[in-house]
């Protein structure tokens, strides 16, 4: 592969890029890395002025063509990323440095597993993470973070010399499972009867609706924008996404979405809201306007659960952190993120703190692992 015709550059928005070439890269098992998604958050307001995140995929073209991509962000702060490096920033700030801004490869507000190169060959994989160095040195910015990478493409940061990071998450995973049932028989007795004995409760006095596609009408989203804000507002203090995201997500992406609405004599009072991925379910968003024992765990763990078998979809990826979801069947996964930091004082001073965190969290991961509701095999 000759170089000579590489050229690389940033846009200012997914949206400036083809569609079609863009989704060419990207494939379709992931819907986050999709240019319809990516392209509602910048045209519902959710990225762009304002919001800290400023759109700027970087672009690798091959005499015009388009052969690689990183959905990328000029992150003003680090809000929305569930990776954590507050700490990071004040010890640079405390040096003399500024942190902000930085960039940041990855799809706001979403903890999800995904690409973050966007590849016509494995090939140019050093070249479009060389190109991002080069961004941020060239713009005397602080690093380049990449989040959520998954595991097939950890290797290609990792060859480049980014820093990887480990963290946890809890997926459920389907072992050719036939129905819940099926998987109630691998937990051990007292879980079995723990499980059933939440849904039955969570459950009393409430339908609850699974709705997908043009089922998904204007009074459903009303509905779920406000279980949006009263997490939101609980959560993080602002949600997000706007409105208008939703509206655009149904328009635009409804086939890759599945709603669960629950409601108590015809009044919806809580909902969740699931991506489709090739291979996975996504659990995304949730609220609710009535405390209800166990709805949370109903609606985002054990519905999410019930459509994946029904699906036949590999596992259920519910969102960062929660504990709580191990006892619900859901296991300890490993998820990683890379890091590139110019000044090499700073990155080695990262590199020691993240050998010892990594220490720690595969400590935990072990720990949790023997804690988990299945029987021993």
């Not at 941020?136 to 595991?151: C, I, K, L, M, R």
């Not at 015809?266 to 996975?280: K, R, S, W």
């Not at 020691?352 to 400590?363: K, N, Q, S, T």
Request: glycine share 10%; charged share 25%; net charge negative.
């Amino acid at each position: 592969m000759a170089d000579s015709a590489l050229t690389a550059r940033l846009a200012s928005a997914v949206g400036d890029v083809d569609a079609a070439e863009w989704d060419r890269l990207a494939g379709d098992g992931n819907p986050f890395t999709s240019h319809a998604f990516l392209e509602l958050l910048e045209d519902s307001g959710s990225v762009g002025p304002g919001t800290g995140w400023q759109s700027a995929p970087l672009l690798l073209e091959d005499a015009g063509k388009l052969v690689g991509a990183m959905p990328s962000y000029l992150k003003g702060h680090s809000q929305g990323e569930y990776v954590f490096d507050h700490a990071w920033a004040d010890a640079w700030h405390r040096a003399g440095g500024d942190y902000y801004p930085k960039l940041q490869v990855s799809v706001p507000f979403t903890p999800a597993t995904g690409p973050r190169l966007l590849l016509a060959d494995e090939a140019y994989a050093p070249i479009l993470l060389r190109a991002a160095e080069q961004v941020v040195e060239q713009n005397g910015w602080s690093s380049a973070h990449a989040t959520f990478v998954e595991p097939g493409q950890q290797a290609m940061f990792e060859d480049a010399g980014w820093l990887r990071r480990d963290d946890i998450q809890f997926h459920w995973r389907n072992r050719d499972y036939d129905s819940f049932d099926d998987f109630l028989s691998d937990l051990t007795s007292r879980k079995r009867k723990d499980l059933r004995k939440e849904r039955r409760a969570a459950s009393e006095g409430l339908e609850i609706r699974a709705l997908s596609g043009d089922d998904i009408r204007p009074e459903h989203w009303d509905a779920f924008w406000l279980f949006y804000q009263d997490t939101g507002a609980r959560k993080w203090g602002t949600p997000y996404l706007t409105r208008e995201a939703f509206d655009l997500m149904g328009e635009r992406m409804g086939d890759k979405l599945l709603l669960l609405l629950a409601f108590d004599e015809g009044q919806p009072i809580a909902g969740a809201l699931n991506f489709i991925g090739a291979e996975a379910l996504y659990g995304r968003y949730w609220g609710c306007l009535e405390d209800r024992r166990f709805l949370h765990f109903e609606l985002c763990y054990y519905r999410a659960i019930d459509l994946a078998i029904e699906l036949g979809l590999s596992r259920v990826e519910a969102g960062a952190q929660g504990g709580h979801k191990l006892a619900r069947g859901y296991e300890p996964v490993a998820t990683v993120s890379m890091h590139y930091l110019a000044d090499p004082g700073f990155r080695a001073a990262v590199e020691d703190f993240l050998e010892r965190e990594r220490m720690g969290v595969g400590i935990d991961k072990l720990h949790l692992a023997e804690r988990t509701p299945f029987r021993q095999r």
